[in-house]
Nanobody, 115 residues
Framework: VQLQASGGGLVQAGGSLRLSCTAS????????MGWYRQAPGKQRELVATIPRTGATQYADSVKGRATISRDNAKNTVYLQMSSLKPEDTAFYFCNAVYTNGGNYWGQGTLVTVSS
């Protein structure tokens, strides 16, 4: 199982970006995919998750500014974020949870929001 994330970069406050994460391996066993982030000196926190079936979930801090979506044909999950704030600056990590309980992480992609 591998998760390849991309899409991070430097963006001005108020701007937008889209992160992508493609899973390889036993993708049919993925129960839930999501994005988490970790800012310097802080703990990793949930940003958004999208299950195979059911409702998406968002952190309060990004509600109304983030949309998580999933393209099952491409085994890819996306995170579209708008109205970015400097406090959104962090490493963003893709996550996948499997039916056997396996919990996998992609490499972080850095998002820097300048004021």
């Amino acid at each position: 199982v591998q998760l390849q994330a991309s899409g991070g970069g430097l963006v001005q406050a108020g701007g937008s970006l889209r992160l992508s994460c493609t899973a390889s391996g036993s993708v049919f066993s993925i129960v839930r995919m999501g994005w988490y982030r970790q800012a310097p000196g802080k703990q990793r926190e949930l940003v958004a998750t999208i299950p195979r079936t059911g409702a998406t979930q968002y952190a309060d801090s990004v509600k109304g500014r983030a949309t998580i979506s999933r393209d099952n044909a491409k085994n890819t999950v996306y995170l579209q974020m708008s109205s970015l704030k400097p406090e959104d600056t962090a490493f963003y990590f893709c996550n996948a949870v499997y039916t056997n309980g396996g919990n996998y992480w992609g490499q972080g992609t850095l998002v820097t929001v300048s004021s």
